[in-house]
């Protein structure tokens, strides 16, 4: 792996930009020059300078710090929900790909149905009925949005898995097919599987973003950068910056999670790999 | 094989269709038989060979009789045991007795699992040996193969074609199994390794006393290894001999087609080619001999009757209506 790993320029681009993002999020308290919540009446909507190298936003908050403090909450809630989705999807799919026959023809039933709802209308909806909608909530929402397409993707890896001579050699070993399961078939779903979760991390930053940007994500005044766009979008052609740099690190972060599971792919795919090599 | 000993495994009648895909099937029918009525018996101790073209269902015929897969029709019995009657765990215990060795040692181990881990599965599950009698019993395999012990932590890609292929065989052997189907276990492999793993097979089996369904295209392989041979033509046995008699006398058509190809060394050498005509689309007729119409002995009577196994000679069976000078007399006409 490592030598295609330095090769793949895409993987390290990425790479690099995600420790940046992940680490000014933990460094946060660090390196942010202010608190992100500290309200300065004094210097509403000031212009990027030494002491604010964002600006500061309608009630004087230092953009900078909120725009690290925000990584946090987008980071988390990328991270958990992929956790989430990434867990009850391959659960699902593993069991549709593996048992076949009815067991799969009503799972993937109900992946099509969570499938055909667009991802906006079902997470704003399920966000709607929350009274109060929270960050906490956020990940739940996508979690459940979310599973529907690793379900498909590891249903579609067993598939293929399945039918691998090791698999046969295993069942005539007399292997239960539940260790057949976990330690043949799904081992060995892992490259794919990376890669889609990676790329799920960076769909969901965006998800997060734009439920967020109309109020039904982080609530004010937690520094989400989907609220922060939310709360600067009135002043967009006179202060740019109060929705430039919340936007720039969306776009940073998505862009670094996107390259990153490409890369991963280039580098995992057995199918870009010669035989053997991993 | 003496006829008196009790077979080992044994199929009657077996039969495995496989439905065709809708545009791959064409005009008549969807399905596909790979194995069209078979019955064979391994006896204790014998390595029986099965050989034939690719497609004529030899592959198929070696999983079915491990229950890898069901037969449509038909049944397997082991040790006198129907493999259909018994339960999934019952069979799962059942699979001690009975190993597998896979054509390509790329895709028969797990490319996750060290060497060590996948020879200690079939070990833990059928022995329950754990710690330092499993790390024993993993290095004394890995030794009876030609390999090292300290091969047990590597993975399957560290090792070349034929290492692996040993390793595959340590599987098939680990927990003593009376009957290994080896599924033309060298026929992936460059020929010099070809050699060494053949010895490794005819060495193992003598040691360990175990019977060997040995199957393979390759009839200079076979030729070294096997005690009996059984030939296939689309999905049925043509003719069952004891090896060195099939080699020196054989009955029907197509095994004699099959030798031709294997024993003109020299092919710039004149003489004719043999016969082969191209066969035709593989439907399922019912009745009537499959050779019909590829073979150079056909008569009337091949595309109405089909010809059984009959013993020609003494433990040597042809399904033929003309081989062994016997033909029978043509009623048509």
Redesign the interface.
Known sequence: MSLRAYRSITLRIGLALVLLLVLSALCAGLLAPCDPLRVDVASVMAPPSLAHPFGTDYLGRDVLSRVLYGGRISLTVGVLAVIISGLAGTLVGALAGFAGGWVDEVLMRLTDIVLAFPTALLALAVMAIFENPTVGKIFIVLGLVGWANIARLVRAEVLAVKE???V?????????PLGIVI??IL??T?GTLTVALTLGVAGNILTEAWLSFLGLGAQPPLPSWGAMITEGQYFLTTRPWVCIFPGLAILLTVLGFNMLGDGLRDVLDPRLNP???? | MSADSKPLVECRGLVKTFRLPALAAGPGSREFRAVDGLSLAVYPGETLALVGESGCGKSTTGRLLLRLEKPSAGTVTFEGRDLAALSAARLRTQRSRMQMIFQDPYGSLNPRLTVGAALAEPLRIHWRLSGKSLRERIAGLLENVGLRPEHARRYPHEFSGGQRQRIAIARAVSVNPGFVVADEPVSSLDISIQGQILKLLIELKKSLGMAMLFISHDLAVVRQISDRVAVMYRGRLVELAPAGELFSRPLHPYTRLLLSCVLAPRPGRKGAPPDIRSPEATGYRGFGCSFAGRCPLEIAACTRETPELRELYPDHYAACLVAGGKPLPDISR
């Open positions: 691998r001579d090791f046969t050699a295993a069942r005539s070993v007399g292997v239960s330690r043949h081992p060995n892992l035989r053997g090599r991993r």
